[in-house]
């Protein structure tokens, strides 16, 4: 049977470029955590697992949009074509380094330093979502208000990691939602 649904929708969906598409991303995904990092810190002030509240200040999203950025630009390779991803990525990166008043050279070591945190939090796992959740735990210094047990082993509470995740899957970019709209020139 024909589905003209998709092939209309194909068709006819709008063409953006490139540096478009990273000013959509990079705007994108700092709205998202501009206004949803207060609710993250909420959670994780509230959450049972630990014995003493954190205290995370709402406003103090500065590590977790430079994690949610960093781990959703860890999923461009998988999302387009080795050159269309380096072209965005170079697109992202020359934006980035201006937005945080830096050179690009700068800002890909600042990327670079936290690419290896959050593969050296998430060895030997290759989820994006955990390692973004590990390496929050990570940068806001959570290991102090565990309960005793996993205070001493200096590791996240597994079922704390486990809520993180959910949470963290919000801000994780939906490119199949993206590409039904739009097609990248």
Known sequence: MLNLSNMFGSILRKKVSSNK?????????????EHGFPIVAEFINEDSSFSASPNVDPNDHHEFSLIVLIGNMNLLESTFDGQQAD?????????LAKAYGTSVFEFKALVKDYRQLMSRLNHPSKNVIYSMSKTIFDKYTLYNFQDEYFRRMQVPNPLFLKRM???MENFI?????????????
């Open 21 to 33: 598409l990273a000013n959509v991303f990079i705007n994108g995904l700092f709205d998202a955590t």
């Open 173 to 185: 970019w939906d490119w199949d939602a993206f590409f039904k709209k739009y097609k990248v020139d």
């Open 165 to 167: 995740d959910e949470m």
């Open 87 to 95: 072209e965005v990525e170079r697109l992202i990166y020359d934006k």
